[in-house]
């Protein structure tokens, strides 16, 4: 599967932006998708990810209660609600997919190198 990401820009802080994660085939029903990001100078870090269903999710701590990770299979997209934005969120924001046959536990696929299929990334830069 190829995967589109875009949605990104400038923000002020406290400000709101939804990413998209857009599949190239309607399989992505078939794919935990996920959201990582890059800020500069760091390592790629999960951010959020979704079943294959929609039905579970996983946020990491600091974007609890302000981000939300969502998914249209009708669609053939995921999307990432990111409201409340911070200085701090400043990266280049990655989706990444990974094909799953059986239902898998989230908090057991949250490195990078779990996921096989990326977006090109999309940059979001919170101004203070």
């Known amino acids: 599967v190829q995967l589109q990401a875009s949605g990104g820009g400038l923000v002020q802080s406290g400000g709101s932006l939804r990413l998209s994660c857009a599949g190239s085939r309607r399989t992505l029903r078939e794919y935990v998708v996920a959201w990582f990001r890059q800020a500069p100078g760091k390592e790629r870090a999960f951010v959020a990810s979704i079943s294959r269903g929609g039905g579970t999710t996983l946020h990491i701590d600091s974007v609890k209660g302000r981000f939300t990770i969502s998914r249209d299979n009708s669609k053939n997209t995921a999307y990432l609600q990111m409201n409340s934005l911070r200085p701090e969120d400043t990266a280049v924001y990655y989706c990444?997919?990974?094909?799953?046959?059986?239902?898998?536990?989230?908090?057991?696929?949250?490195?990078?190198?779990?996921?096989?299929?990326w977006g090109q990334g999309t940059l979001v830069t919170v101004s203070s």
């Open positions: 990444a997919a990974k094909r799953a046959i059986m239902t898998v536990n989230l908090e057991t696929i949250m490195d990078p190198a779990d996921f096989g299929y």
